[in-house]
C-alpha cells in the first residue's frame, strides 16, 4: 500500500538573531565587506561593524544560515585576517530582512588587534602597470588585501577618519569603489587615486620642488643611477636609497651616515634578481614574498652587488619591494639598490619629510617625498632561517604590533625594555601588544622616540598602566624612565626576561631550563651576566649554571674591541704569563705602554668588571683567531668568528668542562680553560680558523646539552643575542634532539634585546597570578 505525502509546512521559518563578537586581526583586512557579502548570500539582516575589541555582528534569520555565516568567518576569513575568538549570544529578532555595514562603535575596552603595514597585493601590482586602469604608476595604489594599516593608524577603531587619510577625502570614483559590496575596495580605508589621494615630489636640499608624482619619481631614479644618493619617504619611515652596484656611491653613503662596515639592506626589483646574487631556500622564499615582505639574510653566491655593501660578510640582506612606490622605482631602474634605514647612526628613522631636510641633509642629494603623514616610525622587519624557520632579528613593519597570545595575564603592566634595540609592551585582557623595533637608546633623539612609542601605545589602547617594569640595571634610559613615571615600578632580571619572552611566545609555562646568551646583562650579584642557565618554575627561578667567569679590562671599551676581552680571558687563565703572549693576534694588537695599563686594570680588578657573558667569550675566540681585533658594529666579531665555519663542517668539538661550583649561588661553571689551550695550541699549529669556529660552537652545543642533563630539565629555552648565530643555534638544537630533549627557541619575537619588554611584562604578571610583588 502506498504511503500517504507528507503535508507541506506552511509555518513560517524559526527566525532568530545573534550578537557575534569577533576577536583578533579583524580590522583592515576587509572583514566588514566580507561578513556582508556572506550575509548578504545566506539571506540574512542585521549589520557588522568594527568595535574597540574587534568586529561585532548582528545576525537575524534561518539558524542553519546563522551557523553557516559563523563556520565562514571561523574557517575562511579573508587574507591576512586572523581569528582569534568568536563569542555569540541570542538576542530579541527585531525582523530585519537586509544587511548593512554600519558606523563603528567607540565604546567599550580597546582590545581590537591593529594590522601591520601589509606590502602590495598582486591585484594591486597588476592594475600599477596597466595602461588602461585608473591607477596607472600611481605610487599609493592599494585595497583591502594590502597597504598601510599601522603606519597611518591614530585611533581604534579602524576607520578611515582615524587614519592619517582622513586629510585626503575621496573623489566619486573612489566613493563609488568604497560603496560597493562587490568591489575590492569596498571599505578599504586607505582608498585614493592621483585625482584626490597623496602626492610625490621631489626636493632639492633645500626643500625647493623640482618635481612631482610620475616626474618626480623618474628624476630620483636618473639620480640614483647617476651615482647620487636619495632618501625616499615610504610607508613607515625614510630611506636611504643608493646604487647597490656603485662601490663610489656605497663609499660615499657609509662616510656620510658615519657608517664604517655594518652591512646594507639591498632592495632587488624581483625575486628573479635575489636569486641571481643569493641562495633562496623555499622558507627564505616565502619569507622574502610573504605580506610582510621582511629583510631576508640570504648567502651570496654573486650577482652585482658591491662588495662594500657588506664587507667580508658570506651573507646579505635582501628584500624585495613591498610598496608602490618602490616597485615603480626599481621598475624604473632595473637593478639593485642599497634601501638603508633613512637616519644617522644611532638615531631613529626619519618619518617627516621637513625634519628630513634637518637629518638627513648632510647624507642625501636629493628628498622623494610625500604628503601622507607617517604617525609613528615603522622601520623594516629583519629574518632569517635557521633550523629550517623563520628567526626574527628585528620585528618592525609587517608584524608589529601584531600581539603575542598570552591568555589571562592581568591587564595595565607597561614594560619598557632594555638599553638596546628597545621595544615597549603593554599586557591586555586578550594578550601582549610588543611595539615595533624602536632602537639603541644611546642618543636623545633615540630616548625621545622611545618615549613617544610609550605615549602611543598608551593612547591607541586607552591603556592606563598601573604597573611599569624595567631592567634589572638602574642607569639604562629605559630605567630612568621607569622611575619617572611616578607608578609602582617593578625590575626583572635582563636574562629571566630573555627565557620567558620565548616561553610567552610559545605559550608555554614552567618548569623549563632557560640557556640565555648574550652580551652584557646586569645580575643581582653585581657582576655582568651574560652565559646563563636559569632554571624557571612555577614559583620563581635560580641561576643553576654560568659560563666561567672573567675580567672586562676597559669594561664597556671591551665590547668595541674584542681584544680586551681576549686579553681578559687569557688573564683569567693564565696570570701575568698572558702578556709574555706577543705571538698572539690581540696581546700584540696593544702597544708595550697600553698593555701597562691594562695589567694594572686586571691585577686591581680596577675598571674591569667580572663577566660570564658568552657574547665577550665569543669576541674573545675571534681576536684570538685573528679575525677581528676592533668591533665596527655591535656583534661583528662574533658573527666574522660563525661565518668563519662556512664550509668546514666537521664532527670534531672541543670538550667544556661542566664543573660544580659549591661555593657559589650557581650550582654548575661551565670552564673554557681547556678549549682555550687547545685552540691556542692549533693556532700555533698552523689549525685553519674555520676548523676551530666550528669545533668551539659543536663544544659550546655539547656543554648546554650537558648542563641539561645534569639538572633534569627536559625542555630547554634558548635565547639571548648569541642565538642569533644560526651556527650555534642549529649546533644546539641538533645536539639536543640527539639526547632526547625538547629544545625551544624564537621564531616570531627576536632572541636578543627585542624581546626584553615581552619578558618583563609577562613575568610581572605571573608573579601578581602567584600572588607575590612583582620583582626579579
Given at each position: 500500500m502506498a504511503l500517504p505525502a507528507c503535508p507541506t509546512d506552511t509555518r513560517t521559518p524559526a527566525r532568530t538573531r545573534l550578537r557575534i563578537r569577533v576577536c583578533g586581526a579583524v580590522q583592515g583586512v576587509g572583514f566588514r565587506p566580507f561578513v556582508y557579502r556572506q550575509a548578504a548570500t545566506l539571506g540574512l539582516g542585521g549589520w557588522v561593524a568594527n568595535s574597540p575589541e574587534g568586529v561585532t555582528v548582528e545576525a537575524e534569520g534561518d539558524p542553519d544560515r546563522i551557523a553557516a555565516l559563523m563556520r565562514a568567518i571561523r574557517e575562511t576569513p579573508p587574507p591576512n585576517a586572523s581569528v582569534a575568538s568568536i563569542e555569540a549570544r541570542e538576542i530579541e529578532a527585531r525582523g530585519e530582512a537586509a544587511f548593512e555595514i554600519r558606523v563603528s562603535e567607540s565604546a567599550g575596552a580597546r582590545t581590537a588587534q591593529v594590522l601591520p603595514d601589509l606590502a602590495t597585493c598582486d591585484d594591486c601590482l597588476r592594475e600599477l602597470f596597466d595602461p588602461a586602469d585608473r591607477r596607472y604608476l600611481y605610487p599609493f595604489i592599494n585595497c583591502t588585501h594590502c597597504g598601510p594599516r599601522y603606519s597611518i593608524i591614530e585611533d581604534i577603531p579602524y576607520d578611515r577618519a582615524r587614519t592619517s587619510m582622513r586629510r585626503f577625502p575621496m573623489c566619486s570614483a573612489c566613493r563609488q569603489e568604497y560603496d560597493n559590496p562587490s568591489d575590492r575596495r569596498f571599505h578599504a580605508e586607505p582608498n585614493a587615486c592621483a585625482d584626490c589621494g597623496p602626492r610625490l615630489f621631489l626636493w632639492d636640499r633645500a626643500g625647493q620642488a623640482l618635481a612631482c608624482n610620475n616626474h618626480a619619481l623618474l628624476a630620483a631614479a636618473a639620480a640614483v643611477e647617476a651615482g647620487r644618493i636619495v632618501a625616499i619617504k615610504g610607508i613607515?619611515?625614510?630611506?636611504?636609497?643608493?646604487?647597490?652596484?656603485?662601490?663610489?656611491?656605497?663609499?660615499?653613503?657609509?662616510?656620510?651616515?658615519?657608517?664604517?662596515?655594518?652591512?646594507?639592506?639591498?632592495?632587488?626589483?624581483?625575486?628573479?634578481?635575489?636569486?641571481?646574487?643569493?641562495?633562496?631556500?623555499?622558507?627564505?622564499?616565502?619569507?622574502?614574498?610573504?605580506?610582510?615582505?621582511?629583510?631576508?639574510?640570504?648567502?651570496?653566491?654573486?650577482?652585482?652587488?658591491?662588495?662594500?655593501?657588506?664587507?667580508?660578510?658570506?651573507?646579505?640582506?635582501?628584500?624585495?619591494?613591498?610598496?608602490?612606490?618602490?616597485?615603480?622605482?626599481?621598475?624604473?631602474?632595473?637593478?639593485?639598490?642599497?634601501?638603508?634605514?633613512?637616519?644617522?647612526?644611532?638615531?631613529?628613522?626619519?618619518?617627516?619629510?621637513?625634519?628630513?631636510?634637518?637629518?638627513?641633509?648632510?647624507?642625501?642629494?636629493?628628498?622623494?617625498?610625500?604628503?601622507?603623514?607617517?604617525?609613528?616610525?615603522?622601520?623594516?622587519?629583519?629574518?632569517?632561517?635557521?633550523?629550517?624557520?623563520?628567526?626574527?632579528?628585528?620585528?618592525?613593519?609587517?608584524?608589529?604590533?601584531?600581539?603575542?597570545?598570552?591568555?589571562?595575564?592581568?591587564?595595565?603592566?607597561?614594560?619598557?625594555?632594555g638599553h638596546l634595540k628597545t621595544t615597549v609592551a603593554?599586557?591586555?585582557?586578550?594578550?601582549?601588544?610588543?611595539?615595533?623595533?624602536?632602537?639603541?637608546?644611546?642618543?636623545?633623539?633615540?630616548?625621545?622616540?622611545?618615549?613617544?612609542?610609550?605615549?602611543?601605545?598608551?593612547?591607541?589602547?586607552?591603556?592606563?598602566?598601573?604597573?611599569?617594569?624595567?631592567?634589572?640595571?638602574?642607569?639604562?634610559?629605559?630605567?630612568?624612565?621607569?622611575?619617572?613615571?611616578?607608578?609602582?615600578?617593578?625590575?626583572?632580571?635582563?636574562?629571566?626576561?630573555?627565557?620567558?619572552?620565548?616561553?610567552?611566545?610559545?605559550?608555554?609555562?614552567?618548569?623549563?631550563?632557560?640557556?640565555?646568551?648574550?652580551?652584557?646583562?646586569?645580575?643581582?650579584?653585581?657582576?655582568?651576566?651574560?652565559?646563563?642557565?636559569?632554571?624557571?618554575?612555577?614559583?620563581?627561578?635560580?641561576?643553576?649554571?654560568?659560563?666561567?667567569?672573567?675580567?672586562?679590562?676597559?669594561?664597556?671599551?671591551?665590547?668595541?674591541?674584542?681584544?680586551?676581552?681576549?686579553?681578559?680571558?687569557?688573564?683569567?687563565?693564565?696570570?701575568?704569563?698572558?702578556?709574555?703572549?706577543t705571538d698572539l693576534p690581540p696581546v700584540a694588537a696593544f702597544t708595550p705602554a697600553e698593555r701597562g695599563v691594562l695589567h694594572t686594570m686586571l691585577a686591581r680588578g680596577v675598571y674591569a668588571p667580572l663577566t660570564s657573558s658568552a657574547g665577550r667569550l665569543f669576541d674573545a675566540f675571534a681576536a684570538l683567531t685573528g679575525l677581528r681585533q676592533c668591533a665596527s658594529y655591535e656583534g661583528q666579531a662574533a658573527a666574522e668568528l660563525e661565518w668563519a665555519g662556512e664550509g668546514h663542517a666537521i664532527a670534531g668539538r672541543y670538550e667544556f668542562p661542566v664543573l660544580e661550583a659549591p661555593d657559589e649561588e650557581a650550582a654548575l661553571i661551565v670552564d673554557w680553560q681547556a678549549p682555550l689551550e687547545a685552540v691556542l695550541a692549533g693556532l700555533r699549529a698552523g689549525a685553519a680558523r674555520g676548523m676551530v669556529s666550528v669545533a668551539l660552537h659543536n663544544g659550546l652545543a655539547a656543554a648546554i646539552v650537558e648542563v641539561a642533563r645534569r639538572t633534569g630539565e627536559r625542555r630547554v629555552v634558548l635565547t639571548g643575542g648569541c642565538f642569533q648565530n644560526a651556527r650555534l643555534t642549529e649546533a644546539t638544537v641538533a645536539a639536543l634532539q640527539a639526547a632526547g630533549l625538547e629544545p625551544i627557541w624564537h621564531r616570531h619575537v627576536p632572541p636578543n634585546d627585542g624581546g626584553i619588554a615581552l619578558g618583563q611584562a609577562v613575568w610581572a604578571a605571573w608573579t601578581e597570578q602567584r600572588g607575590e610583588t612583582p620583582c626579579a
Open positions: 613607515g619611515g625614510f630611506h636611504l636609497v643608493a646604487d647597490a652596484r656603485d662601490e663610489a656611491a656605497i663609499s660615499l653613503l657609509r662616510v656620510r651616515k658615519r657608517r664604517k662596515e655594518k652591512p646594507f639592506a639591498v632592495m632587488f626589483p624581483a625575486l628573479s634578481d635575489v636569486m641571481g646574487s643569493c641562495r633562496v631556500s623555499p622558507a627564505e622564499k616565502a619569507l622574502l614574498t610573504g605580506p610582510a615582505r621582511p629583510i631576508v639574510l640570504l648567502r651570496r653566491k654573486g650577482g652585482p652587488v658591491a662588495p662594500s655593501v657588506a664587507p667580508r660578510n658570506p651573507w646579505l640582506g635582501a628584500l624585495l619591494p613591498y610598496a608602490p612606490l618602490h616597485h615603480l622605482l626599481l621598475r624604473a631602474l632595473g637593478f639593485p639598490v642599497v634601501a638603508t634605514s633613512g637616519n644617522v647612526s644611532d638615531e631613529p628613522i626619519v618619518t617627516d619629510e621637513t625634519a628630513a631636510l634637518e637629518r638627513l641633509g648632510g647624507i642625501a642629494d636629493l628628498f622623494l617625498v610625500h604628503d601622507r603623514p607617517i604617525v609613528r616610525p615603522v622601520d623594516d622587519s629583519v629574518a632569517r632561517v635557521v633550523c629550517g624557520r623563520a628567526l626574527m632579528l628585528r620585528r618592525a613593519r609587517g608584524y608589529a604590533p601584531a600581539p603575542i597570545v598570552s591568555e589571562d595575564l592581568p591587564a595595565g603592566i607597561l614594560a619598557l625594555g603593554l599586557t591586555q585582557r586578550t594578550g601582549v601588544v610588543l611595539s615595533q623595533h624602536i632602537g639603541d637608546l644611546e642618543t636623545i633623539e633615540a630616548r625621545m622616540s622611545h618615549t613617544r612609542a610609550v605615549t602611543d601605545m598608551t593612547r591607541l589602547h586607552a591603556a592606563r598602566p598601573r604597573l611599569v617594569v624595567r631592567d634589572l640595571h638602574p642607569d639604562y634610559a629605559s630605567s630612568r624612565a621607569a622611575e619617572a613615571t611616578g607608578l609602582p615600578v617593578a625590575t626583572v632580571q635582563h636574562h629571566l626576561a630573555h627565557v620567558v619572552a620565548c616561553m610567552a611566545e610559545h605559550g608555554i609555562t614552567p618548569p623549563v631550563l632557560g640557556v640565555a646568551w648574550d652580551g652584557a646583562g646586569f645580575g643581582p650579584d653585581g657582576t655582568v651576566w651574560g652565559g646563563e642557565f636559569l632554571c624557571v618554575t612555577d614559583k620563581g627561578w635560580r641561576r643553576v649554571a654560568h659560563l666561567r667567569r672573567f675580567r672586562l679590562p676597559g669594561a664597556e671599551a671591551a665590547m668595541r674591541e674584542p681584544r680586551r676581552a681576549a686579553l681578559g680571558l687569557l688573564y683569567e687563565a693564565f696570570g701575568e704569563d698572558a702578556f709574555a703572549m
